[in-house]
């Protein structure tokens, strides 16, 4: 998730909203492509091929999450400059 969860942390209501979307977003996105990928293994016994398959969701939400990270560092470096 873009946004990490600290416990004692106090969070308002659009951040709680931003997170489950976030995820709820995710989750679609990852059973999409276990559908896709189960029509494929139909009938094939090629674990190699369901874990290859299972890194490169991983590793596209990984980027996803970093990108997300770096437009947000980007917009508080602008927001600090604009305002100094």
């Given at each position: ?56 969701i ?14 947000l ?12």
């Open positions: 998730m873009a946004k990490m969860l600290r416990e004692g942390a106090t969070y308002t209501q659009r951040d709680i909203i931003d997170i489950l979307s976030e995820f709820s977003s995710f989750k679609d996105r990852v059973i999409k492509k276990f559908k896709g990928l189960s029509r494929e293994l139909e009938g094939k016994a090629n674990e190699h091929e369901l874990w290859v398959n299972v890194y490169m991983s590793n596209d939400y990984a980027e996803e999450v970093s990108c997300k990270r770096l437009r560092q980007e917009q508080m470096q602008k927001s600090t400059t604009t305002t100094t």
